[in-house]
């Protein structure tokens, strides 16, 4: 696993990823013990690496979209992936580290391609019309990679209580990332804001970041916000049973994630008038917050988050696609039951 290089290379290159793609992350993953710290930074480095694939970016910044290969760079990422699974070299730095975490945490090919799906939605110019596709969504590209993330932490694939209240921390960080960002979507060609959200509003299609509909996209915005807020709180539960660095540390960036949604919230009709972020000293009070968070336990949420793991895998595997047909041997005719 790793395809040949040694550990220390793909944990320092992965390492160097982190600290240019996500400052808020790196900060937050600095509590961890080493050992889980390396594990984190391997794992977003294969995250980092695919949606920089699947967009034409480098680290994030301006979306490069190319309609004509959108899927067939979906594709390579599937096909890199598993052959990284399967413990062959890829020549990609990031999939190789996705073999060799794969291999030390127990990481299924399952639960890479559930994150994969999440790409192929936009490659396939993938839009929600219900607030479920939009959490459908939310799921692939985060909170898939949250049960991911715990795997990371050490958490059994049984504790599923566990791995559910991972999954709502990464639903929670997506929902604000999408609230925050639907002006770069919108300049990209895309729109994660359910079409049924919009016509409740009187949005018409395509017209949501036009200045007569703000007041109408703040609401719609906070109420994502608010959503991220249930399954943030639901999170935070599923935090208490970790150990006390690892708690310490996604508390952190449950945090700072959940800063951004409170500015977004806050700022109303001007939110995205420049791209909301945490500076290092709101980083670092966050991180003090959350330590009083770790030793005096999380309180519990006034009411459970509607939209579950288990009902979002239900939704995901009804509406993917139809898996191959099994290849079972023909039985040989020569080979006769006793009745024939």
């Known amino acids: 696993m790793g395809g040949g290089r040694p550990r220390h290379a793909l944990v320092r290159r992965a390492r160097e990823s982190i600290a240019v793609g996500s400052k808020s992350f790196a900060v937050a993953s600095l509590l961890f013990d080493k050992v889980t710290r390396e594990r984190a930074h391997l794992l977003y480095a294969w995250c980092r690496r695919c949606d920089d694939i699947a ?8 979306l490069k979209l190319d309609e004509a290969t959108a899927k067939d760079r979906v594709e390579a990422i599937r096909i890199l992936t598993h052959r990284a699974l399967d413990g062959q070299p890829t020549a990609d730095i990031a999939f190789d580290a996705l073999g060799l975490v794969a291999a030390e945490t127990g990481i299924t090919r399952e639960m890479c391609d559930d994150v994969i799906t999440g790409f192929q939605l936009d490659a ?3 839009r929600p019309r219900t607030e479920g596709d939009l959490m459908r969504y939310c799921y692939h590209v985060a909170g898939a990679v949250g049960v991911m993330m715990a795997r990371v932490m050490g958490v059994p694939e049984d504790a599923h209580e566990v791995l559910d209240r991972a999954c709502d921390l990464g639903l929670a960080f997506q929902l604000n990332n999408i609230a925050r960002d639907v002006w770069e979507d919108d300049a990209a060609g895309r729109c994660y804001i359910p079409e049924e959200w919009l016509v409740e509003m009187d949005i018409p299609p395509g017209q949501h970041m036009k200045p007569q509909y703000r007041e109408q996209l703040v609401a719609l ?14 999170a935070r539960i599923g935090a208490g049973q970790l150990r006390f660095r690892q708690r310490w540390a996604i508390l952190s960036a449950a945090n700072i994630y959940g800063a951004i949604g409170k500015e977004v919230a806050e700022q109303g009709e001007h939110a995205w008038d420049h791209r909301v972020h945490t500076g290092a000293l709101q980083k670092l009070g966050h991180v003090l917050s959350a330590l009083g968070e770790t030793v005096r336990g999380s309180y519990p949420p006034e009411a459970m988050p509607e939209w579950t793991r288990g009902k979002l895998l239900v939704q995901a595997r009804m509406d993917g696609p139809i898996p191959d047909a099994a290849h079972l041997p023909i039985r040989d005719e020569s080979v006769r039951r006793k009745e024939d």
Not at 55 to 62: A, F, I
Not at 224 to 233: K, L
């Open 124 to 126: 396939d110019g993938w």
């Open 221 to 234: 915005t906070k109420r994502m916000t608010d959503m991220a807020t249930q399954h943030d709180a639901a």
């Open 55 to 62: 967009d034409g970016q480098d680290h994030g910044g301006e």
